[in-house]
């Protein structure tokens, strides 16, 4: 089992979150801003419409895992696959990935881990999460500037657990694509149509943000109050 030494600590592959809670919103953005976003990692945007691709902006708290308790937030875009180009077919919406073009976490040890192990574009920030009612809400702020303010509503339960092998993750950094293998196992989860507010701050992210077209209607959001992940060693795509 590979294994590496991180701030002093041992982290053995692969990475596992015990429990964690996840809500997050996916919105259609046109396609070409978001191809200027994501232009230095060398991917290409999946458009699941002419013209239309897929923003998806998550935040998750890590209550049990191999790297600590800590917050997150993830903004994230489909993809498609390296080396695939032409229109895609309905088909091919099957094979897309997610590349993770940022990902704040509110604790030092994490962003050290992920940035190594994976290449994760993991930056220190504020990150308070409201996770008490049936409405989830994350508040960010990186360098005392207010980044969003979003609200998940709750949405309808998914009966059961879900064991799912997700879309592929994607990250770049100092030069180098990677493919990130990892699964997860759902729990009480719901979805909805729509279901999220933002507000955004003035921080040059949400600059980025609103250059998408944001705020606007999700196409759906989510919350699953308990998820177990596994995180394999990354791969360069």
């Known amino acids: 089992m590979a294994s590496h030494l991180i701030q002093g600590r041992t982290v053995g592959m692969p990475v596992r979150v015990r429990d964690a809670e996840i809500c997050g919103a996916f919105y259609p953005v046109r396609a070409d801003a978001a191809r200027a976003v994501i232009a230095y990692s060398g991917l290409d945007v999946a458009e699941v419409l002419p013209g239309k691709a897929v923003?998806?902006?998550?935040?998750?708290?890590?209550?049990?895992?191999?790297?600590?308790?800590?917050?997150?937030?993830?903004?994230?875009f489909l993809v498609r696959p390296?080396?695939?180009?032409?229109?895609?077919?309905?088909?091919?919406?099957?094979?897309?990935?997610?590349?993770?073009?940022?990902?704040?976490?509110?604790?030092?040890?994490?962003?050290?881990?992920?940035?190594?192990?994976?290449?994760?574009?993991?930056?220190?920030?504020?990150?308070?999460?409201?996770?008490?009612?049936?409405?989830?809400?994350?508040?960010l702020r990186k360098d005392d500037r207010l980044v969003l303010d979003m609200l998940v509503k709750p949405g309808v339960p998914v009966p059961g657990a879900t064991v799912m092998a997700p879309l592929d993750a994607y990250t770049h950094r100092e030069g180098v694509t990677r493919r990130v293998p990892w699964s997860v196992r759902a729990r009480g989860a719901r979805v909805r149509p729509a279901g999220a507010l933002i507000r955004l701050g003035n921080h040059p992210i949400a600059k980025e943000l609103s250059e998408l077209g944001l705020p606007k209607r999700a196409l759906f959001s989510m919350n699953v109050s308990r998820a177990e992940m596994v995180f394999g060693a990354a791969e360069e795509a």
């Not at 902006?57 to 600590?68: C, E, M, Q, S």
């Not at 990935?97 to 504020?126: M, N, S, Y």
């Open 82 to 139: 390296p080396g695939v180009s032409g229109p895609m077919r309905p088909a091919d919406l099957s094979r897309t990935g997610v590349f993770v073009h940022w990902l704040p976490v509110d604790q030092q040890f994490t962003l050290e881990a992920g940035r190594t192990l994976w290449g994760f574009p993991k930056e220190l920030a504020d990150i308070e999460l409201r996770l008490g009612s049936p409405y989830k809400r994350c508040v």
């Open 55 to 76: 923003c998806v902006l998550l935040f998750v708290d890590y209550r049990d895992g191999d790297l600590d308790t800590y917050h997150e937030f993830g903004m994230a």
